[in-house]
């Protein structure tokens, strides 16, 4: 069954993609993509949400060629819901400085279900924007896309203000 919701969600992404593309401006929007836990392996979460990821940027790119897209961050939830945040044309990224950066950029969420849709989340701008700070400065240098896992104790092994503060005792 879960094989099947899959498959029928993955044929949907390009149309729901292209037909919210036909109507967005080119402005940085931060797409937060809601993906039921119970479709994601749980033996790979990172490699299953991103065969999701890969359908959007694919999309993407055939509707607006000039896009920038970057994969940042993946939360697994144990129960119903698991996001992936994939941000569309912010030029000003980062990766360097993105610990420190909570500029609030639109939010759209794109709920992937047995009807995929797209709608904007206001309240998600500034709550995202320090949401994914604080995965940069947890996860240290590590490469994108973050992966936090939910299901079991969350764990951060060189923060970045902590490897800073130990840096600046250094000098």
């Not at 990766?95 to 904007?120: G, K, M, Q």
Request: proline residues 5%; glycine residues 2%.
């Amino acid at each position: 069954m879960e094989e099947q919701t899959r498959k029928m969600i993955m044929d949907q992404i390009h149309d729901t993609v292209r037909h919210f593309l036909s109507e967005a401006v080119s402005t940085p929007i931060r797409i937060l993509g809601d993906t039921p836990t119970k479709i994601v392996e749980s033996k790979d979460y990172l490699k299953s949400i991103s065969v999701f990821v890969e359908k959007v940027q694919e999309s993407v790119q055939e509707c607006c060629p000039n896009a920038q897209t970057r994969f940042l961050a993946v939360n697994v939830y144990p129960e119903r819901h698991s996001y992936f945040v994939l941000g569309l044309n912010n030029t000003h990224y980062d990766y360097e400085t993105a610990h420190n950066d909570v500029t609030s950029i639109p939010v759209y969420v794109l709920r992937l279900s047995r009807r995929p849709r797209i709608f904007r989340f206001k309240d998600q701008d500034e709550k995202l924007a320090i949401r994914l700070a604080e995965m940069h400065n947890g996860h240290g240098k590590d490469p994108l896309p973050l992966l936090d896992d939910f299901t079991k104790t969350v764990q951060y092994h060189s923060p970045r203000r902590l490897l800073e503060a130990l840096q600046s005792h250094a000098v």
